[in-house]
């Protein structure tokens, strides 16, 4: 976002990752963008082949994404600053749409929670205590009654369903970039 109105003002390609130089708060990337620029004024490199090495050092797909684009529309278009405004709206869109179904997923997992580990135990102890009047109930060997059912869905069931549940929000959570 920060690219799109220097592009537009007319920055040559050096002075744009100048800039992002001195303005990038994330250091792995201010670093990265100093190693550009040093590979510019003393490693004798034109600009454009130090972004493309920059590319083979940097892991990140949306940076490789964003300087390829502009590596390659650099030399072949005189609108960058249009190029990179439509490449900014794909991923806010992208973006917006993960956070989406992410929002969607995890809402999905709070109705199984409410479903399997609060609503549940509470039906099968009413279930319990509604039977008891007409006799014992069996499950194999033991014995259910209606303080059993309720000390193991309280002390047992409840809180391994709620960590399994925490187990895959936090699976959810942690997939977001």
Request: aromatic share 8%; no cysteine; proline share 5%.
């Amino acid at each position: 976002m920060v690219m799109i109105p220097l592009v537009a003002s007319g920055v040559t390609l050096e002075e744009l990752v100048s800039t992002l130089a001195t303005i990038e708060r994330d250091p792995y990337i201010a670093r990265e963008f100093r190693l550009i620029l040093r590979d510019v004024r003393e490693g004798g490199m034109d600009i454009l082949t130090a972004i493309r090495a920059s590319l083979d050092r940097v892991p990140s797909r949306t940076y490789n994404e964003v300087f390829g684009l502009i590596a390659e529309s650099y030399l072949l278009s005189a609108n960058l600053a249009d190029i990179l405004m439509l490449k900014l709206e794909y991923l806010i869109r992208n973006r917006y749409n993960k956070l989406r179904s992410t929002t969607q997923v995890l809402g999905l997992f709070m109705e199984i929670y409410l479903v399997a580990a609060l609503l549940l135990p509470v039906l099968l102890v009413l279930i319990v205590i509604t039977l008891s009047p007409l006799g014992p109930i069996y499950f194999g060997p033991i014995v259910l009654s209606p303080m059993l059912v309720l000390l193991i869905t309280t002390l047992i069931y409840s809180p391994i369903m709620g960590y399994i549940i925490y187990l895959l929000i936090d699976s959810v959570i942690s997939s977001i970039e």
